[in-house]
């Protein structure tokens, strides 16, 4: 079936523009995950959806990072005021009830 | 809290020769243990996993991997390896209380030499 699906696969903005990442997670999968992987911090966790609970947002590094699932399945990254260490490459994952997690091929976030 | 140590960074080896990727955790409460592999410019690939009953587990590839509790490692082995396994690899652990985010080692890049 259907792997994770994320979009776009690569994005070039300025510093300060807002970017917004788009992931679709393996139908009937109850929990999504973002992470970051960068060269200095290598793979942080940011933010999980499970089910209709509140999310868990312990791992976003500022406020002008925030998340949506929206109808339990497809979720949006928002980046706001986009800055030059908000570079990375930004993964998606879905799981059933929290188990293995299954990862989309990344966006690839460049900002100038 | 979780942490996941991949002791080494790079590992250089030849084809058709052995090899074992390294990975020690610490953890307070009872953990999965993942291996990821990352081909260039692409996501993460589940390469195998612990959760529980065999300590031995086998995954995709040929690779295979040991959970050892008393030493909190999930070493990872392949007998012979191929051009193609030149890929960057993760160890990971998550809580067994299903549901929270996976912690990464730092990744062990193998490069698989003619």
């Known amino acids: 079936g259907a792997g994770v699906s994320q979009s776009p696969s690569n994005k070039v903005t300025e510093k300060g523009k807002d970017v917004e990442l788009r992931c679709d997670p393996i139908?009937?999968?109850?929990?999504l995950y973002w992470y970051r992987q960068s060269l200095g911090q290598g793979l942080e966790f940011l933010i999980y959806f499970q089910g209709n609970s509140a999310p868990d947002k312990s791992g976003l590094p500022s406020d002008r990072f925030s998340a949506e699932r929206t109808g339990g399945s497809v979720s949006t990254l928002t980046i706001q005021r986009t800055q030059q260490e908000d570079s990375a490459v930004y993964l998606c994952?879905?799981?059933?009830?929290?188990?293995?997690?299954?990862f989309g091929p990344g966006t690839r976030l460049t900002v100038l | 809290a979780q942490s996941v140590t991949q002791l080494d960074s790079q590992v250089p080896v030849f084809e058709e020769a052995p090899v074992e990727l390294r990975c020690n955790y610490s953890?307070?409460?009872?953990?999965?243990l993942f291996w990821y592999v990352q081909y260039p410019n692409q996501g993460l690939q589940l390469l195998l996993k612990?959760?529980?009953?065999?300590?031995l587990v086998k995954g995709i590839n040929g690779f295979e991997a040991e959970f050892n509790k008393s030493q909190t490692s999930f070493h990872l082995r392949k007998p012979s390896v191929h051009i193609s396994d030149t890929a960057e690899y993760f160890c990971a652990v998550t809580p067994s209380d299903a549901g929270n985010m996976l912690t990464f080692g730092g990744g062990t890049r193998l490069m698989v030499k003619p």
């Open positions: 139908s009937g999968h109850t929990a």
């Open positions: 953890s307070s409460v009872s953990v999965y």
């Open positions: 994952a879905s799981s059933w009830r929290g188990n293995t997690q299954y």
């Open positions: 612990y959760l529980s009953g065999s300590t």
